[in-house]
């Protein structure tokens, strides 16, 4: 069985991280928050995440976000939950969207609905 889970895929240079994208506080859209200094903070009530591993750098979050492995292979970005060792579908790189709001061509803020294999 299958489900999507709103993954928050962030680049630096050559390096990808992934968290949830809705903040664990009360739902925020984490990939409309600010990023600095590897975290972002959430645009509704100011909770960082390390983009790391998901830790709560503060709240008023008290729960971590999910973090996921990610890897490159054959130019694709695949992304998989280290806790449950489940596949997820595969996000084209070439694929992700651009945003023209001041972010770098390097800090990319991706948001994808992930499908994942629950099996
Ligand atoms: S919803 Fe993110 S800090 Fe409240």
């Not at 984490?30 to 998901?54: K, T, Y």
């Not at 280290?82 to 070439?94: E, G, K, S, T, Y």
């Amino acid at each position: 069985m299958a489900e999507s889970i709103p993954v928050l895929l962030y680049r630096e240079g050559e390096a990808i991280d992934a968290i949830g994208a809705v903040c664990s506080h009360a739902g925020g859209p984490l990939e409309d928050g600010s990023f600095a200094d590897g975290c972002v903070e959430c645009p509704w009530h100011n909770s960082v995440f390390d983009l790391r591993d998901g830790h709560v750098v503060h709240g008023p979050a008290t729960f971590d976000e999910p973090h996921y492995q990610v890897r490159i292979q054959d130019g694709q970005i695949e992304v998989r939950n280290r806790l449950l060792d489940l596949d997820a579908d595969v996000i084209l790189v070439d694929e992700a969207p651009h945003r023209e709001n001041g972010r770098t061509a390097t800090d990319e803020i991706l948001k994808e609905e992930t499908a994942v294999d629950g099996e």
